[in-house]
């Protein structure tokens, strides 16, 4: 069996890919894209927490911390739907999808 | 109609006429002049009226006519206001009523009434005269020619408001049965005075004498007013019989000078008088008095001020004489009455004497026979003093009016001339006897009248009465200088009518003098009757050859009011010799000197005495001594001691110390709290927000992917924090 520091180190760096994507990207796509990253990297975390320590632990229902997995999913999916609606607006209005030129709140 | 009821009537008429001119008919000259008149008529009608009851009446002095109504209540007692008709009364009345209808006619005629309106007149101003074309087309006159005839008074019916007041406030003093209401009528005749001598208000000398008058007369009514209140507290009440009803009372000492109340309280009334009747040292107002228009002048001084001073010294006569018996001493108000008395009349006739104004020269001789009467008085001459102010209200209104025609008269010749000279000035006059004949004939009488001329006049038997009463009572000092200042009267008078009326014309206006109109000419007339006439009602009883042949009427009727009876009258020769001599002296030696004065030459007494003459010329210095003594040291106190010392330096001086304190407590909290501290943190607190502000603003750069860094690396930093420091593992 793979042990679990594998499954966290690869969460770790899909995590830092996506976190870098969004903090380096200047394209608003790419970073909603490093969000979803961020957001899959975390969902690793908690699966593979879930198969080590409660999959077969008698106490509980083995299910019942797959419903934060399944919370995860829809956010990010929210997120995506709410997030390219917003950028094809912006696109249409300004044509452009760079983050630093959507300015207009700015003083 | 009933006496009590018309007694009322008597001032009320003139009232009415004033408030009918100054509220209604004061656009219409003719319709002022005639309510005037209507209203003064009949008050004198009245005034006659009454006379003759009151001859008729038994025993008029003990029960005389009156009625009184409560008026002010005063706690328990009131006010009691009223009318009362006893022989005093009667014959002040009656001289008063005939004074005052005959000035309400003169000046009808001395206000130009009908004259056309003058070119360059103002209200305030005395008439300057009209320009008019000449009416005939005769060849010397040619038609056409412009020259200048008198105008009409520009402010005529106030005049006749004013003077209507004037004389209603005499009536009211006369008629009045108490103190209150004679002091009511004191006070108005005081107020009117000021007003009709001010009547040219325009003119800053009328403006002053009008001052002059009120304060200097006001002077007396402070002593007179607590003499009213001394009175009132000694026995109750102001009414004359409550008041002599009980001499008990005032007979009481009152610890002042081993006076009695009585005595005291006459002292102070007396000082009323002085001021009223202008005697010595309040006399400075009465010359003065001559800025008002000639009518005011014969008013005051024969009608109304100075004889109510005189009546009002009759009316406390029993105040003044408490305790005294006929040819005994004196009591102290008598001394002080006989002292001021005389000393005003020899004071104020040798001042007559180098005065060249006609008016002023009658003014001191007012102020000279007042003094006769007050000096009467003080030695006990009671009927004397009285028979002296009705004979001396007749002549010197007759004198004043007189010398008002002549003004008037000469003033006609100057518009005609075109010459500016003052008519009023002796010198510039002469040889009016032709021009102004009635004028000259009754101004002769009253001159006579005045000056005693022996038998015919009424001022012989008054003047001779006060001398022979002072001889018979023993005061030979009295006596003497009385005598004497009778015969500087006589000299003076005689000086005016021959300056005046005799000799020749010294200037071209008095050449060209014109007699005035009859209007004015009748008042004259009247009064010249009265001037020769009343002397007949009072010949004594003792005089030589005449004596007996008429009874003296004067003398019993007026005497009643005496409790004693009229004193027995002496029977020396003296007096009498001594009124002979110094009337008739006094009037030749007066025609030999300025019979024969030229144009431009000083008055012959100025060649023989100049230095004397300058000083009575200018009345002893006296307007000078008191501008130095009161009016300097009061403008002082006024001016530099209260309002620059007092006022500017102390009280203003506190002030501005107040408010330079606070202002610098105010500074002090101003730079030391205010500034630094709480204007200071609200300053910091801005500028330190402002500055936080700028700094933080910087954090706000818009860029969502530096605030992401900055997020994780917070998430960082807490984590660790929370990681190494808290051991929060899970």
């Excluded at chain 1, 969902?43 to 080590?52: E, K, T």
Aim: aromatic share 14%.
């Amino acid at each position: 069996m793979i042990p679990l520091y594998w499954f966290l180190a690869f969460s770790i760096a899909l995590f830092c890919i996506g976190l870098f994507g969004v903090l380096a990207r200047k394209n608003a796509v790419a970073m909603l894209m490093g969000i979803e990253l961020m957001l899959n990297a975390v969902n690793i975390n908690l699966i593979a927490f879930w198969r080590y320590f409660f999959a077969s632990s008698p106490q509980m229902d083995p299910t019942r911390p797959l419903a934060f997995v399944a919370i995860v999913f829809v956010a990010a999916a929210a997120e995506a739907a709410v997030g390219l609606a917003l950028i094809i607006s912006v696109y249409r209005r300004r044509q452009t999808v760079v983050a630093e030129d959507m300015n207009l709140l700015k003083g | 109609m009933d006496i009590n009821v018309l007694t009322w009537l008597v001032p009320a008429f003139p009232l009415v006429a004033f408030f009918l001119i100054i509220l209604f008919t004061n656009r219409s000259n003719r319709v002022s002049h005639t309510v005037a008149l209507i209203g003064a008529g009949l008050s004198w009608l009245a005034c006659m009226v009454i006379f003759v009851q009151a001859l008729a009446a038994k025993d008029l002095a003990k029960t005389p006519f009156g009625s009184a109504i409560s008026w002010l209540p005063t706690g328990d007692t009131a006010l009691k206001i009223g009318v009362q008709v006893d022989p005093l009364t009667t014959v002040t009345l009656f001289f008063v009523a005939w004074t005052v209808l005959m000035i309400f006619i003169y000046s009808v005629a001395y206000h130009n009434y009908g004259a056309p309106k003058g070119d360059n007149d103002h209200p305030g101003l005395p008439p300057h005269g009209a320009t008019e074309k000449a009416k005939g087309s005769g060849k010397k006159s040619g038609g056409g020619k412009v020259h200048m005839v008198p105008s009409v008074e520009p402010m005529y019916s106030r005049f006749f408001a004013l003077i209507s007041l004037f004389a209603f406030a005499m009536f009211t003093l006369v008629v009045s049965d108490n103190l209150l209401t004679l002091y009511v009528g004191w006070e108005i005749m005081g107020f009117c005075s000021y007003i009709l001598i001010g009547f040219w208000y325009a003119k800053p000398s009328a403006r002053d004498a009008a001052v002059k008058a009120f304060l200097t007369t006001r002077l007396g009514d402070v002593f007179m007013l607590l003499g009213l209140v001394a009175l009132y507290s000694v026995t109750g009440s102001l009414s004359y019989n409550v008041i002599f009803a009980n001499p008990n009372l005032l007979m009481a000492s009152s610890g002042i000078l081993g006076m009695s109340k009585g005595g005291l309280i006459g002292l102070l009334l007396f000082m009323g008088v002085i001021g009223k009747s202008a005697q010595f040292p309040l006399h400075v107002w009465l010359p003065d008095a001559m800025e008002g228009p000639t009518p005011v002048s014969a008013m005051i001084h024969a009608a109304t001020m100075v004889s109510a001073g005189i009546y009002l010294a009759l009316r406390f006569f029993p105040l003044a004489s408490l305790g005294w018996v006929s040819g005994g001493p004196l009591t102290a108000t008598m001394t002080v009455m006989a002292v001021i008395g005389t000393f005003t009349a020899i004071f104020a006739a040798s001042i007559a004497l180098g005065q060249n104004d006609i008016k002023r020269v009658l003014a001191y001789s007012t102020i000279s026979q007042l003094g006769f009467m007050i000096a009467a008085l003080g030695v006990g001459a009671y009927v004397a003093a009285a028979f002296h102010l009705v004979a001396h209200a007749f002549f010197k209104a007759l004198l004043f009016l007189g010398s008002g025609s002549v003004i008037h008269g000469v003033e006609h010749g100057a518009l005609h001339t075109g010459e500016h000279v003052d008519p009023q000035d002796m010198f510039n006059l002469g040889g009016l006897r032709e021009k102004m004949p009635v004028t000259f004939w009754t101004f002769l009488i009253g001159g006579f009248a005045l000056s005693g001329f022996p038998i015919i006049t009424a001022g012989f038997w008054s003047k001779d009465s006060i001398l022979a009463d002072a001889f018979n009572n023993g005061q030979y000092v009295v006596f003497g200088v009385l005598a004497l200042a009778a015969l500087l009267t006589a000299f003076y008078t005689m000086r005016q009518i021959t300056l005046t009326f005799l000799g020749q014309a010294r200037t071209k206006s008095a050449e060209h003098a014109r007699e005035n109109r009859w209007v004015m000419l009748l008042p004259l007339v009247v009064l010249a009757v009265f001037a020769v006439g009343f002397g007949w009602v009072g010949i004594p009883a003792t005089f030589p050859l005449l004596g007996g042949l008429a009874p003296n009427w004067f003398g019993s009727f007026v005497g009643s009011m005496l409790s004693a009876g009229a004193p027995a009258e002496g029977n020396s020769l003296v007096p009498l010799l001594t009124s002979l001599v110094v009337s008739l002296g006094g009037l030749y030696i007066g025609w030999l000197v300025y019979r024969d004065v030229k144009t431009g030459e000083p008055d012959p007494f100025q060649k023989a005495m100049p230095g004397f003459y300058k000083i009575l010329k200018n009345k002893y210095y006296f307007d000078e001594a008191y501008a130095f003594l009161f009016i300097r040291p009061a403008r002082w106190i006024s001016e530099t001691f209260s309002y620059q010392w007092i006022d500017k330096g102390v009280i203003d001086g506190i002030l501005h110390f107040f408010a330079r304190a606070v202002w610098v407590i105010g500074s002090v909290f101003r730079s030391g709290i205010d500034t630094p501290v709480i204007n200071g943190a609200g300053d910091a607190l801005s500028s330190g927000t402002r500055g936080l502000g700028g700094v933080l603003r910087r954090a706000q750069t818009g860029r969502i992917q530096q605030y992401m860094i900055i997020a994780v690396l917070l998430v960082v930093v807490v984590g660790a924090i929370f990681y190494s420091f808290l051991a929060l593992v899970p």
